[in-house]
């Protein structure tokens, strides 16, 4: 069946880097758009950037330009969200999301990972 | 950009009805699409393109798109049904934007 496995939790100090990974199954990677999106408890979703998994084309949302990276490796079916300068506002439950071309919807998600920032 | 704003939560009996309003300002030509997430579980589709429903979701769900305010209607409602839902919608200059989300609780 289709789904997203994303790697584990971790703790991180402010100031550090994270990279969380998102291995797709069940389907063609390269053909579907990838997002990284997040929710920090209690909190609303936040959608930050997306890939597109042929062309490893990258858009990012203007809060995260600079700080955010998204990369795939389509050998692997699988995408990264690397997240830089990290701080205590990002502390949070961090997801992957596969789209469909032509509609602007999440259909399948990852299980989340949590990232928690402290010194 | 788009304000999504949905109603902190909304209480229901097994069996009745479940409205959950989202937007002040949605235009008609913008898709609305809504999320159910149970506690400590990641969200799942319910609701596509304003009123299309996935593979698997009970048709109980649907949706509405009148142009200022969408809806969620849930029918039949069922314990299981207890969880935070939210809209999103793709705008030309904030892209994805998700609403403030609604904790639907049976009673």
């Known amino acids: 069946q289709v789904q997203l496995v994303q790697s584990g939790a971790e703790v991180k100090k402010p100031g550090a880097s994270v990279k969380v990974s998102c291995k797709a199954s069940?389907?063609?990677?390269?053909?579907?758009?990838m997002h990284w999106v997040r929710q920090a408890l209690g909190q609303r979703l936040e959608w930050m950037g997306w890939i597109n998994g042929g062309n490893g084309k990258t858009k990012y949302s203007e809060k995260f330009q600079g700080r955010v990276i998204i990369t795939r490796d389509t050998s692997a079916s699988t995408a990264y969200m690397d997240l830089s300068s990290l701080r205590s506002e990002d502390t949070a439950v961090y997801y992957c999301a596969r789209s469909k071309w032509g509609v602007d919807a999440f259909d399948i998600w990852g299980q989340g990972t949590m990232i928690t920032v402290s010194s | 950009s788009y304000v999504l704003t949905q109603p902190p939560s909304v209480s229901v009996a097994p069996g009745q009805t479940a409205r959950i309003t989202c937007g002040t300002n949605?235009?008609?030509?913008?898709?609305v699409h809504w999320y159910q997430q149970r506690p400590g579980q990641a969200p799942v589709l319910v609701v596509y393109?304003?009123?299309d429903r996935p593979s698997g979701i009970p048709e109980r769900f649907s949706g509405s798109n009148s142009g200022n305010t969408a809806t969620l209607t849930i029918s039949r409602v069922e314990a299981g049904d207890e969880a935070d839902y939210y809209c999103?919608?793709?705008?030309?200059?904030?892209?994805?934007?998700f609403g403030t989300g609604t904790k639907v609780t049976v009673l």
């Open positions: 999103q919608v793709w705008d030309t200059t904030d892209l994805y934007v």
């Open positions: 393109d304003d009123s």
């Open positions: 069940g389907y063609t990677f390269s053909t579907y758009p």
């Open positions: 949605i235009t008609r030509g913008n898709s």
